[in-house]
């Protein structure tokens, strides 16, 4: 099996900053995109940040210059550094990564627990 294990969140102040992390651990051979998504109460799940095997990001058009996404890979972990936060980044935020378990299987998706993000004004 594989795990993603989430830290980092907390509550902050309008305009702090947090750094999330997630790693993964279990049965991988190999990870190629990683991203962040957040899901606010009584909305959907959204995407935050991606990166790519290859280290090609993209951003939510809300996030973008604030968050920083980053990978290292040998220690199959995804980090989200998220500066000048507002009260609307305030949400659940869950990491995925597309993970391959062995040299012969195909990738799979794998979700973190969440972690909660509360920015106050």
């Known amino acids: 099996q594989v795990q993603l294990v989430e830290s980092g969140g907390g509550l902050v102040q309008a305009g702090g900053s947090l750094r999330l992390s997630c790693a993964a651990s279990?049965?991988?051979?190999?990870?190629?995109?990683m991203g962040w998504y957040r899901q606010a109460p009584g909305k959907q799940r959204d995407l935050v940040a991606r990166i790519t095997g290859a280290d090609s990001t993209n951003y939510a058009d809300s996030v973008e210059g604030r968050f920083t996404i980053s990978r290292d890979n040998a220690k199959n972990t995804v980090y989200l550094q998220m500066n000048s936060l507002k009260p609307e980044d305030t949400a659940v935020y869950y990491c995925?990564?597309?993970?391959?378990?062995?040299?012969?299987?195909?990738?799979?998706?794998?979700w973190g627990q969440g972690t909660q993000v509360t920015v106050s004004s």
């Open positions: 995925k990564m597309q993970v391959t378990r062995t040299r012969w299987s195909i990738d799979a998706d794998y």
């Open positions: 279990g049965s991988i051979f190999s990870i190629n995109a």
